[in-house]
């Protein structure tokens, strides 16, 4: 390991699978190598969350040592980040402001930290918690929009911020997996901001994209447009969902229909020329119409990612879709998912491919890695140089531009973690 690198563990309780990833952030450029990881398959886990914590805290921790065994480090809680998502994930926008009554109403430093805290300080939902903020724009003087404020001549500065809450308790089941085998702290990540940071550009950052982590028990969505973060929620429909829809409309098994969903069988069967899937039972071979099939899937894509975009028409955030739709999780392999989100949406759909980050192909070649990939890369820009940043300034620091304006700006603050 480099002499300033850093180790950073993820670990993403999924519906599917339990994933652990320890990585090592480059700390002379933006890369980070994957130099252990474990895949499990989940139990004790529906819809996101934990049903059964001592199912998947067992399994957490036959992952969590499989991937020290394989990387040779021993993981450090102060660098451990975990995915949250579930139903009881909500989002505000916060406003704060600050009076700049100095004699030459030149914006400073603290004026920026004052009125960001003061944009932090909503009133949290009841017995929710805050769990990551991402910083927007401000506003100097009621009129003009800016994103760096300091040094600029005003009587009153606006900050902006975007706040995700997590309910307490259901928070704690997450961190409490990791409590049981030994791991005091840790740092939650939504799922939706995780993926949205595996696969985005600065320019996707910058100019609208809207990335969509579908897997087997929700789907999380998240917008940015310039930097700012317009919009970020959680559905409690995945592609178990689909799957029960394929074993109540066909009369088949449950796992059946799963290796339906999951398996590359539609596809197979197209390019050999057949219109039917066969599924073999005890007593008879079923011909099921590959049409069918499709149709039913058809019908609860359809009406997922309608939801999403009644979300974002409501709030007037569809015209800021410039850089499209970046599709990540399990359901990113669904023959014709593209098609349909795009037909939606009126935009181009792309499936997620991770930024700067290697590793083993089998880890970064599948969509349904990119929350734990993402929780690295977050680990990664919140300390990496800790001592410059605040957790605040995250989406600025993928700009490099912008990042170091904010890093020789705020190099005299101490970890201002949630202030």
Not at 356 to 365: C, K, V
């Amino acid at each position: 390991m480099g002499k300033d690198n850093t180790i950073i563990t993820a670990v993403d309780i999924g519906t599917s699978y339990i994933r652990v990833l320890i990585g090592e952030a480059d700390a002379q450029s933006d890369n980070i190598n994957i130099v252990g990881y474990s895949e499990k398959t989940s139990e004790g886990v529906m819809k996101g969350e934990i049903s059964d914590m001592i199912k998947a805290t067992t399994i957490l921790n036959e992952a969590v040592k499989n991937a020290e065994k394989v990387s040779g480090y021993i993981i450090d809680p102060e660098t451990l980040y975990i995915s949250v998502t579930g139903n009881h994930i909500t989002s505000k926008d916060g406003a704060g402001t600050v009076i700049i009554d100095s004699e030459d109403h030149i914006i400073t430093v603290p004026h920026v930290k004052e009125a960001l805290k003061s944009a932090k300080g909503l009133l949290s939902p009841t017995e929710s918690v805050i769990i990551n903020t991402i910083d927007g724009h401000f506003i100097i003087d009621g009129t003009h929009h800016v994103n760096d404020p300091i040094g600029q001549t005003a009587s009153k500065l606006e900050a902006y911020t975007h706040i995700i809450y997590a309910n307490n308790n259901r928070l704690e089941n997450f961190q409490n997996t990791l409590k049981d085998i030994g791991f005091e702290t840790s740092t939650p990540v939504f799922s939706g901001l995780a993926s949205s940071l595996s696969v985005l550009t600065s320019d996707d950052f910058e100019h609208g994209t809207l990335t969509i982590n579908m897997g087997a028990g929700t789907t999380e969505y998240m917008l940015f447009n310039n930097y700012i973060a317009k919009e970020s929620n959680v559905i409690t429909i995945g592609c178990d969902h689909l799957a029960n829809d394929l074993y109540l409309g066909l009369e088949i098994g449950l796992s059946a229909a799963k290796d339906i969903i999951t398996s590359d069988i539609i596809n197979i069967r197209k390019s050999t020329g057949h219109n039917t899937i066969e599924l073999r039972g005890a007593l008879e071979t079923r011909h099921i119409p590959i049409t069918t099939v499709e149709r039913i899937i058809e019908l609860r894509l359809s009406e997922t990612f309608e939801i999403i975009y009644r979300d974002l028409k409501k709030r007037k955030l569809i015209p800021l879709l410039n850089n499209g739709i970046v599709l990540c999780g399990g359901a990113a392999n669904i023959q014709g998912i593209k098609k349909i989100i795009s037909s939606i949406f009126e935009t181009p759909v792309r499936v997620g491919t991770p930024i700067d980050i290697s590793g083993p192909d089998a880890l970064l070649n599948s969509p349904s890695s990119l929350t734990a990939l993402g929780l690295l890369r977050y680990g990664a820009l919140e300390l990496q140089p800790k001592k410059y940043s605040t957790p605040s300034t995250l989406i600025r620091k993928l700009d490099k531009k912008l990042w170091t304006f904010w890093k020789n700006t705020w190099k005299t603050i101490i970890n201002d973690t949630n202030s």
